[in-house]
Structures are given as structure tokens and as C-alpha cells.
């Protein structure tokens, strides 16, 4: 694998091997920690991020590697650069990977054809954040074994993650069932052909789940108003402390962050004895280490 741009068109198989690796690196595993030893590995970051750029620093530097931090404030950007010579021009000081975030759909995909060094796509605009659902999927593999048969609900704004509709690709190709609920307006039409299950209303599906995972409301993406306001999405999709009690003994919570307290997610909820929300993020970093190995 020279790129990772998508969770699409992968295997069974081939997100098994990228699990089995990153169990090697979780904390005393035993991957080696000098596989990027003078190499140098670009965060090129076109929009925010707080979790996946730490991430992928971490798991850089605990694998040797120096890490450059690129961010379009304070660049060039502002004054007119494109995309691609932006790409080429970091690409030039010699980084053996770019690890890239856009707000547009398919960016990492057109770096990756004009660049030598590999690709990741740290999240492309509403298209998929493979890296995440990876870590997802890893955090659910550790704590059921196998995803087989387990029912994963992914609740809020599906119409402009791209954290569900690469965990939606993923968790299916794991064997897992999974099912999307949120208003009418933030499903994507044809959602279905992914092999998802749609539910409108939150509260018959919630029992049925071994794990929901709670999604942020996208504003960035919404250009028009999607439903009536924040406070009713919250009553209607948000995951409260006593719609929490109506889940199955052992089901898990899972947010890929930030999280927007006291919307998608009550703060009882997101710090309580269900959720796995900072697993998440610390087994990231092992997900990480081990995507930076197999495509450097
Ligand atoms: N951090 C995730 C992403 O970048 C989810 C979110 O921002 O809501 O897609």
C-alpha cells in the first residue's frame, strides 16, 4: 500500500492485516520504534483538527520520524496558492508522507497523482476519513474480539460525515450490521447502497445497538438551515443519560470528536461507564503507527 486515501474498495482481509499490525503497536507491543528514524513525515492540514493531527504527530515520532506541521493559516493560501502547489512545494523539502486534510471531496486524490511520496487522507471534505474508521473499527475489535454480527448505530448528521461513511464501508466489510438514524434531511439519498439500514427515529433502534456512535452536527458544511434548530435535533437524536439507560447491558458509546456537549451527546453520557471515547483516540495512535509503516 503506497497511499491510503479510503476505506472503498478494501477487503476483509486487508483492514484485518492493518488491525493485526496496529495491535503490535499499542504501548509495549512489539513493533519496532525506528521504522521512520530520519525521515520526515508532513501535516498538511487545509482545515482544523485537534485529535487525528496529534495523532498522526504521535505515532510518527514514537515511530523515529521528524514531523512537519503545515497549516493553511499563515500560508500562502491566502495569497491565491493552489492546492497542488502547495502539495509540491512541501513536498519538495523532502517528507517521505503527507498526511492530508481539505474541506473539499477527492483533495488527497489529486495530490496523490501529483506527488511521489505517499498520500494519506486525514479527511476529505464530506468523502471519508479512513483512518478514523480504522481506529473505530480497532476499538471495537479489542473490546467484542470480532465485529461479526454486532449492531453498530451511527446517530446524528450522516449527510456531511465522512467519519460514517467510511466506518459504514469498514464495520460492513468487518461483519458487522450496521444502521443510520437522523432526521430525514441529514441522510444521504441512496445511503442504502452501502449496505446500511436507515432509521428515522432514534428510540426503537437503540436497543437493538452493541454500540452507538454519536455524530457532530456538521455547521461547517450546512449552508442552509437542515432542521429547526440545535435544541430540537437534541431532543429527538441526542444520546441523553436516560436514552442511554434504554441500551443494551455492555453496548458501547463511541464519538470520533469534538464533541458538542449537550447536543449530539450529554456529558454524563460522553464521561460515563459505557463510552469509549478516549479509547478511541488512544488507540489511534497505534492505527496510526501502523498505516505510517505499510505506506512508507
Ligand atoms: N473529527 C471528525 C472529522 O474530522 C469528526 C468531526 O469533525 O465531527 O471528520
Known amino acids: 500500500m503506497r497511499h491510503l486515501l479510503g476505506i472503498e474498495g478494501w477487503r476483509r482481509e486487508e483492514i ?14 512489539s513493533a519496532s520504534s525506528s521504522v521512520l528514524q530520519g525521515r520526515v513525515v508532513a501535516n498538511v492540514f487545509f482545515e482544523d483538527s485537534t485529535r487525528t493531527r496529534t495523532s498522526f504527530e504521535m505515532a510518527a ?10 497549516t ?23 517528507p517521505v508522507a503527507l498526511v492530508i486534510r481539505h474541506r473539499s471531496s477527492g483533495a488527497p486524490h489529486l495530490a496523490a497523482r501529483h506527488v511521489r511520496c505517499a ?25 467484542w474480539g470480532a465485529l461479526d454480527g454486532r449492531t453498530v448505530l451511527i446517530v446524528g448528521d450522516i449527510l456531511h460525515s465522512r467519519v460514517a461513511r467510511s466506518n459504514i464501508l469498514c464495520m460492513k466489510a468487518l461483519g458487522a450490521r ?17 449496505g446500511t439500514e436507515v432509521a428515522m427515529h432514534l428510540d426503537p433502534v437503540l436497543p437493538q445497538a452493541d454500540a452507538v456512535m454519536c455524530l457532530r452536527l ?14 430540537e435535533f437534541s431532543r429527538l437524536y441526542g444520546l441523553n443519560a436516560q436514552r442511554a ?7 458501547l458509546v463511541m464519538h470520533p470528536g469534538p464533541i458538542n456537549r449537550g447536543v449530539e451527546l450529554a456529558p454524563a453520557v460522553a464521561d460515563g461507564a459505557r463510552s469509549v471515547i478516549l479509547e478511541q483516540v488512544a488507540n489511534g495512535v497505534a492505527v496510526r503507527r501502523a498505516i505510517l509503516e505499510v505506506c512508507v
Open 178 to 194: 450496521v444502521v443510520v438514524c437522523g432526521p430525514p434531511t441529514l441522510l444521504p439519498v441512496g445511503i442504502q447502497q452501502l
Open 61 to 70: 515520532k514514537t515511530l523515529g520520524a521528524e514531523v512537519l506541521n503545515w
Open 218 to 231: 456538521q455547521t461547517e458544511r450546512q449552508s442552509e438551515s437542515f432542521f429547526p434548530s440545535t435544541r
Open 16 to 29: 484485518e492485516a492493518l488491525l493485526d499490525r496496529a495491535e503490535a503497536h499499542l504501548p509495549g507491543g
Open 245 to 251: 439507560s434504554k441500551m443494551k447491558e455492555g453496548a
Open 72 to 94: 493553511a493559516q499563515g500560508s500562502s493560501i491566502s495569497k491565491g496558492e493552489t492546492l497542488l502547489d502547495t502539495v509540491r512545494n512541501i513536498e519538495a523539502t523532502g
Open 119 to 143: 498520500v494519506i487522507n486525514a479527511g476529505d471534505g464530506t468523502h471519508e476519513h479512513p483512518s478514523q474508521a480504522l481506529l473505530d473499527a480497532f476499538t471495537l475489535r479489542r473490546r
